[in-house]
Antibody
Framework: QVQLQESGPGLVKPSETLSLTCSVS????????WSWIRQPPKKGLEWIGY???????NYSPSLKSRVTISVDTSKNDFSLSVASVTAADTAVYFCARLEPSVTGYYGMDVWGQGTTVTVSS | SSELTQDPAVSVALGQTVTITCQGD??????PTWYQQKPGQAPVLVMF???DRPSGIPDRFSGSSSGNTASLTITGAQAEDEADYYCNSRDISGARVFGGGTRLTVL
């Protein structure tokens, strides 16, 4: 059974870069899209973007200028970077697995537990 | 537009039926997916595709989509169904978007 685990610093200073990694265990990183989603305190879910095992990416238009998602198939993990962070980037960050479909048929069926990132000096 | 609109809150009496809706132009072209999130937990996929449930999701959950509206129906709501529910879809580029979420209260 595939499991995902987020890791990374819980505190980031304003203007710096937030970096998180999601480790994939119990299955291969190939075939799927690997997504990042975040949830600010007391707010809804926000989709950030995804990467496939070839390194192809798709980002939310609202975050595209600051976000990079990459994959490391040798380590079976994928990573998120958000540049020039502000307090508005404070959130719980989740990673999730998404099965590709041109019709959007499938959903994000495996999620990590989430990791809290606070942006503060 | 790829925006998805949900009612912020809905309530249902224990054992009754409730429908949570989500509006967006993307549903004219793509399937909706639905997620349940309880406090302090990661979201869980409860519905995808035409009306498919992942393994382990009770059959009291069902889904449909018509025009620009997607719906998630719980027939015989249970106390454990009290949660936030989010719809999601893709756009023409493949990007995904979530609705604002609906808080379901079971009375």
């Amino acid at each position: 059974q595939v499991q995902l685990q987020e890791s990374g610093p819980g505190l980031v200073k304003p203007s710096e870069t937030l970096s998180l990694t999601c480790s994939v265990s119990g299955g291969s990183i190939s075939r799927y899209y690997w997504s990042w989603i975040r949830q600010p305190p007391k707010k809804g879910l926000e989709w950030i973007g995804y990467v496939d095992y070839n390194g192809n990416t798709n980002y939310s238009p609202s975050l595209k200028s600051r976000v990079t998602i990459s994959v490391d198939t040798s380590k079976n993990d994928f990573s998120l970077s958000v540049a020039s962070v502000t307090a508005a980037d404070t959130a719980v960050y989740f990673c999730a697995r998404l099965e590709p479909s041109v019709t959007g048929y499938y959903g994000m069926d495996v999620w990590g537990q989430g990791t809290t990132v606070t942006v503060s000096s | 537009s790829s925006e998805l609109t949900q009612d912020p809150a809905v309530s249902v009496a224990l054992g009754q039926t409730v429908t949570i809706t989500c509006q967006g132009d993307s549903f004219r072209h793509y399937y909706p997916t639905w997620y349940q999130q309880k406090p302090g937990q990661a979201p869980v996929l409860v519905m995808f595709g035409q009306n498919d449930r992942p393994s382990g999701i009770p059959d009291r959950f069902s889904g449909s989509s018509s025009g620009n509206t997607a719906s998630l129906t719980i027939t015989g709501a249970q106390a454990e169904d009290e949660a936030d529910y989010y719809c999601n879809s893709r756009d023409i580029s493949g990007a995904r978007v979530f609705g604002g979420g609906t808080r379901l209260t079971v009375l």
